[in-house]
């Protein structure tokens, strides 16, 4: 770290050179890198003290045990041992791949359908795109307090539709069967806009052409869905399937606000276990522990978005 | 059908043909109805309903089956939550935090992206190799270390909690800004900041008065990704920010939740929403490009 503040330039210093021939070339490359730091220095700064530095003590206090009066002190593998004896992890980690599985299957499906079918729409496009993104300006505190009233299984909205329409309520948050999917229901509506949005922005660019020739070789409509639109717009699914992934398995809001982990657990996911190994037992390396293993599992996934958008975005 | 217009002949997976027929516009025209029911069930019906259950009464709220309507428009929950809640400070501890964290993120990435991008200094490259690494590690993976460095800033020894530089500071350090500025400044050509050079500008003159005029779209961008991520943020703001006084809209409306009748926390939700959807309404042609602009394109 005291690399990265070091190269902060002094501005003043800049003129001091003697102005000799030789040396203009070299002074002005000095120079021009004295101006770069110092355009580069607050933002070192801030990424070495906020992003580079937590980083490297993630990795050590994973290995720590640290209660803030005495020094931390080295426990070798004992925070990862005391995650393993924990029932709660195991359990945290199939609700979070629950999340992320159902979030899958409804939130990446969905908007896809969604942007095929408002790609075809003629009237009222705009009607239809701020609509759909309006959820997603809410703030989603305010869309998990709102929705937790909804899901009230007595005079809530969903069960009296329900009862309207001749259906039996259902418990939403109040069973461990449904309460997984409830979450899942309320993050999809809140994020789905930019999700469809952006594959609506990219059905915009298949060509037509493409369309019209499949429809000459007698390509039907799901032939032209799967041979065209599919394959032309699979780098666009590839990312956000990948970008949906690693957002969900970080889902803390909805059930930190909507259940608090329960009932039964069944809502306890990765995070929010971290939360409170952190922030309720102050218990910051198996925390961090935790952390570690969290990035293990999340990082490939992230490393291949950068990559791809990186390389062809 | 105030916007009924054919405006498109672009080519999409129906033919234009297909459409043309009796038995396709009829199609088109089912099809349609019903996509515009459900938009406006699931995503305009859930927001009139809490609009409405915020002029419900206590008692017509725990009616079941609940009323269509309130019995009566009744606004005051609106202007009794927000005494209730203390929104007004609330209000204002998140317009203080968004408007730091937005002008702080300007303030430290653009120079950066600036010098990255045309000053090219010696190491620039392992710098913002570094930088967009972090790109690679989930938010939450740096959560535990991250609040550690707040709570005892390195080198500066100062503890940040219920500062608002606890959340200033880290949204400064912000790979994705830099990456996106880096990239619109890469395409400026470098002839123009020739010319401005040996016309005697500085380096500072020459980002103030040529890069950034050329640069407003992506400083838009940027503006409403801060902006828009700092209001909505809230495990952050929850961790750094726990003194009430200081707490943000999020914060406290999850803190008060518990033990407030619905229809003031009803009211407090429709409030809080309020900036932000008026803002989207107002700039959502800006908002919806940044998002296809900031995702994919760059």
Known sequence: MSTTTALAPDADQRPARAPERHFTKLRRKVTDNLTAYGFLCAALVVFALFSWYPIVRGVLLSFQQVNFVSAAEWVGWDNFETLFADPLFGIAWRNTL???GLALVVGFVIPFAVALVLNELRHMKGYFRVVVYLPVMLPPVVVAILWKWFYDPGPGLFNSILRTVGLPPLSWL?????????LVLVATWASMGSATLIYLAALQTIPGDLYEAAELDGANLWQRLRHVTIPQTRFVLLIMMLMQIVATMQVFTEPYVMTGGGPEDSTVTVLLLLYRYAFTYNDFGTASAMSLLLFLALGAFSALYLRLTRTKG | ????????????????WTLEHRRGKVGYWLVFTLVISLFTLAFVVPLIWMLLGAMKTAPELAANPPTLLP??????AYTEAWSFMELAKYFGNTVLIATGAWLIQLAVDVPAAYALSKLRPVLGKWILGGMLATLMLPASALLVPTYLAITDVPIFGVNLVNSPAAIWLPAAANAFNIYLLKRFFDQ???ELLD?????GAGSVTTMV???LPLSRPILAVVSIFAIVAAWK?????????QDPGVQTLSVALQRFEPDTPINLMLAGLVLASIPMVVAFLIFQRQILAGLTAGSLKG
């Open chain 1, 98 to 100: 629950l999340f992320t």
């Open chain 2, 188 to 190: 400026i050509p470098t």
């Open chain 2, 233 to 241: 943020d809230f495990i952050w703001p929850l961790l750094v920010l």
């Open chain 2, 195 to 199: 010319a401005a050079r040996i016309d």
């Open chain 1, 174 to 182: 109040n069973s461990a069967d449904t309460s997984m999917l409830s």
């Open chain 2, 209 to 211: 008065r040529i890069v």
């Open chain 2, 1 to 16: 059908m105030a916007k009924s217009r054919v405006d498109r002949p672009v080519r999409t997976l129906l033919s234009p």
């Open chain 2, 71 to 76: 019995d009566s428009f009744n606004v005051s």
